[in-house]
């Protein structure tokens, strides 16, 4: 009996240290946008279109100081009460070929610094397939190449959002809008 407790225990401690990502690119999850942003650009806020309650994107490109070779444009989500709960880059690649490349590239980095796995998946949404790796922990963590089926468009984006912002999003998508 001692002996599975002290197995157990152990187990405990495997799983609470394994590491999780709390943020990307120098801005963090839970983390007031005013420490990276000035007033001015934050009056530049517009309502996110998809989640419940009082969300809103912010483009902080130029404020971001630890930017990925792999992603061009960043942004975030922000509440009302301006904390961060969600960390967006994006770029727009050659073709789908590249585009998956590069997530691989992307989620072995991550899988070196985390103590993490990730979920492949494909979905077609309208006219949108959508190659995904995603991670649900604490955090949201999603790497997707988003094939635009029309065009031929492709854009790779790297996000981690906060569970409540997750909450806020399948509420407003299950809502029917």
């Not at 070196?112 to 796995?117: G, H, Q, T």
Request: charged fraction near 20%.
């Amino acid at each position: 009996m001692k002996k599975l407790i002290v197995l157990c225990l152990t187990l405990i401690s495997l799983i609470a240290s394994g590491k999780e990502p709390q943020g990307l690119f120098g801005l963090y999850i839970g983390d007031s946008v005013l420490n990276h942003i000035t007033k001015a650009e934050l009056a530049e806020k517009v309502k996110t279109n998809e989640a419940k309650g009082d969300y809103y994107d912010i483009f902080v490109t130029n404020r971001v100081h630890n930017k990925s070779p792999f992603f061009n444009d960043y942004w975030v989500t922000i509440d009302k009460n301006n904390k961060i709960h969600s960390i967006t880059g994006t770029s727009n690649i050659v073709n789908l070929d590249v585009c998956l490349s590069q997530i691989n590239t992307v989620e072995g980095i991550i899988l070196e610094a985390y103590d993490i796995s990730f979920i492949s998946s494909e979905s077609t949404y309208s006219s949108t397939t959508f190659h995904s790796k995603t991670y649900e922990g604490i955090n949201y963590l999603e790497l997707n190449c988003r094939l635009d089926n029309v065009n031929n468009n492709v854009t790779s984006m790297l996000f981690l959002d906060s569970k409540q912002l997750v909450d806020m999003r399948n509420e407003y998508y299950n809502s029917g809008i």
